[in-house]
């Protein structure tokens, strides 16, 4: 399994970005996509998941504001970002993995074996 993020940058608090996530190379059915972050110094973190029903899970701190989809023709995920604050600033990761049991899992980073290089997003006050 291969991820490339992309579309990170620098944007001003209250702007907006979209992070891209190519995803290839997997051919079971029950997959489970997701977007984590890591800032300086902190633990890295689950944002948001997508399971192959079309269920999502978002953390608290992203809910309202961030939005997870995926392209099936195009092989790729996305993170819409809303409404950015410096506090968002980070690596934000895209991973994918075979749907976890419970689904409760899917914010958690154990949850996943494949992982993409990292895409940074900074977000200025």
């Known amino acids: 399994v291969h991820l490339v993020e992309s579309g990170g940058g620098a944007v001003q608090a209250g702007g907006s970005l979209r992070l891209s996530c190519i995803v290839s190379?997997?051919?079971?059915?029950?997959?489970?996509l997701g977007w984590f972050r890591q800032a300086p110094g902190k633990e890295r973190e689950g944002v948001a998941a997508?399971?192959?029903?079309?269920?999502?899970y978002y953390a608290d701190s992203v809910k309202g504001r961030f939005t997870i989809s995926k392209d099936n023709a195009k092989n790729t995920l996305y993170l819409q970002m809303n409404s950015l604050q410096p506090e968002d600033t980070a690596v934000y990761f895209c991973?994918?993995?075979?749907?976890?049991?419970?689904?409760?899992?899917?914010?958690?980073?154990?949850?996943?074996?494949?992982w993409g290089q990292g895409t940074q997003v900074t977000v200025s006050s």
């Open positions: 997508l399971l192959s029903d079309g269920t999502t």
């Open positions: 190379g997997y051919s079971y059915s029950s997959v489970c």
């Open positions: 991973a994918a993995d075979i749907e976890p049991r419970p689904r409760s899992m899917v914010l958690r980073q154990d949850a996943y074996n494949y």
